[in-house]
């Protein structure tokens, strides 16, 4: 640890910054990932309604049995990421609250001067903001 808080500080808010960063992105790659796995599902239902139906019209049957064993092999395979990413994304969203901690504990040890208040001031209030907006 650094002598100098406000070293330390901004040591803190770069750790903090990038644990945000990566659970954003995170986050999003779950998004992408639960889009793909319904549309997988779309697709594996329609595909099956046109093979047992029959109103797929190929030369052989098995373009429609491949296309739809691929298909199912897609949304299982994103089904298991998912599981699999979502203690992924628990353990980046505990980091982030850690890193969260440490930058507004190393704001606290500021010199209170006025500047270093109205940082630790806005450094309380930003948590209070985001839980806001969510």
Known sequence: MTSDPHAEYRDKF??????EA???ASKTLQRIGWLILIGSLILTGILGYTVIVGLWKANGGVTRWLSLVIVNVL???????????????AEKTNE???????????????????TS??????????DVIASYRA
């Open 75 to 89: 949304w299982i395979a994103y089904a298991y990421w998912l599981r699999s990413n979502h203690k992924n994304l």
């Open 22 to 24: 990566d659970l954003k």
């Open 117 to 126: 208040g109205l940082r630790i001031y806005r450094e309380a209030s930003l």
């Open 14 to 19: 770069a750790t903090f910054s990038i644990k």
């Open 96 to 114: 982030f609250r850690a890193a969260l901690q440490e930058r507004q504990t190393a704001a606290a040890q500021l010199p209170l001067d006025t």
